[in-house]
T-cell receptor
Framework: DGGITQSPKYLFRKEGQNVTLSCEQN?????MYWYRQDPGQGLRLIYY???????QKGDIAEGYSVSREKKESFPLTVTSAQKNPTAFYLC??????????????FGQGTRLTVV | AQTVTQSQPEMSVQEAETVTLSCTYD???????LFWYKQPPSRQMILVIR??????QNATENRFSVNFQKAAKSFSLKISDSQLGDAAMYFC?????????????FGTGTKLQVIP
C-alpha cells in the first residue's frame, strides 16, 4: 500500500537536544511538507520541498532544519534553538508541479514532548 | 501572501441534521485549489472534498458539498444528514494552481460536535 510513514509516533526530548523526525513516502510525490499543530492554531507550515535537493522555509522555520536528499524522504530536525518544540508534527506530500490532483496526503503524525 | 480564515472555532449539529462550516480566503491568484480536510480524534488528516477555482460547479462528495463563491472568496462546507462519525476538526486549505512554490495553507480549524 502506498502512503506516508512518520516515525516515531511519540518522541521525548531533553532540553538542549536536537531530535530528528522521520518522514518517508512511497507515493512517488515530488512535493513534501512539514506542519506543526498546536491547539487553537491549526496547521502551520515549517518547511516544504517541491523537488529533491530543494526546500523552502515556511511560516515558522526558526529552530528547525530539513534535508531532501531523496525523493522519498524529508526528515525534520528540531534543534535546541527551537524554544517551544512541544507539539504535534505532521508530514505531508503531494504530486507537485503539473499534477491536477493536488491534494496533500498526510502521515499519522509525531507527538514531540520536551521533558 | 495567501491566508485562510475559519471564523467558527466550534460548532454543533444534531444527528441527521445539516450543518455548514465557513471558510474565507485571500489571494491575488486566479488559478488555485481549495480543500476541506477532516481530522478525527485519531489525528489522521483525511481529505473530504476538493474544488478547482476554474470550475464554476460546486464539488460534491456524497453527503458533503461546498458552496464556492469565487468573487467573494468564500468556500463553505455543507454536511447533510450528519452522523456521529462526522465529529472531528475540519480544516479549510488553499493551494495555488501554477507557477512558483505551491505550498498548502490551512485555516485554524472548526471543531464539529454531533449530538445524538
Amino acid at each position: 500500500d502506498g502512503g506516508i510513514t512518520q516515525s516515531p509516533k511519540y518522541l521525548f526530548r531533553k532540553e538542549g537536544q536536537n531530535v530528528t523526525l522521520s518522514c518517508e513516502q512511497n507515493l512517488n510525490h515530488d512535493a513534501m511538507y512539514w506542519y506543526r499543530q498546536d491547539p487553537g492554531q491549526g496547521l502551520r507550515l515549517i518547511y516544504y520541498s517541491q523537488i529533491v535537493n530543494d526546500f523552502q522555509k515556511g511560516d515558522i522555520a526558526e529552530g528547525y532544519s530539513v534535508s531532501r536528499e531523496k525523493k522519498e524522504s524529508f526528515p525534520l530536525t528540531v534543534t535546541s534553538a527551537q524554544k517551544n518544540p512541544t507539539a504535534f508534527y505532521l508530514c505531508a506530500s503531494s504530486i507537485g508541479l503539473g499534477g491536477r490532483r493536488t491534494e496533500a496526503f498526510f502521515g499519522q503524525g509525531t507527538r514531540l514532548t520536551v521533558v | 501572501a495567501q491566508t485562510v480564515t475559519q471564523s467558527q472555532p466550534e460548532m454543533s449539529v444534531q444527528e441527521a441534521e445539516t450543518v455548514t462550516l465557513s471558510c474565507t480566503y485571500d489571494t491575488s491568484e486566479s488559478d488555485y485549489y481549495l480543500f476541506w480536510y477532516k481530522q478525527p480524534p485519531s489525528r489522521q488528516m483525511i481529505l473530504v472534498i476538493r474544488q478547482e477555482a476554474y470550475k464554476q460547479q460546486n464539488a460534491t462528495e456524497n453527503r458533503f458539498s461546498v458552496n464556492f463563491q469565487k468573487a467573494a472568496k468564500s468556500f463553505s462546507l455543507k454536511i447533510s444528514d450528519s452522523q456521529l462519525g462526522d465529529a472531528a476538526m475540519y480544516f479549510c486549505a488553499y493551494r495555488r494552481g501554477s507557477g512558483g512554490y505551491q505550498k498548502v495553507t490551512f485555516g485554524t480549524g472548526t471543531k464539529l460536535q454531533v449530538i445524538p
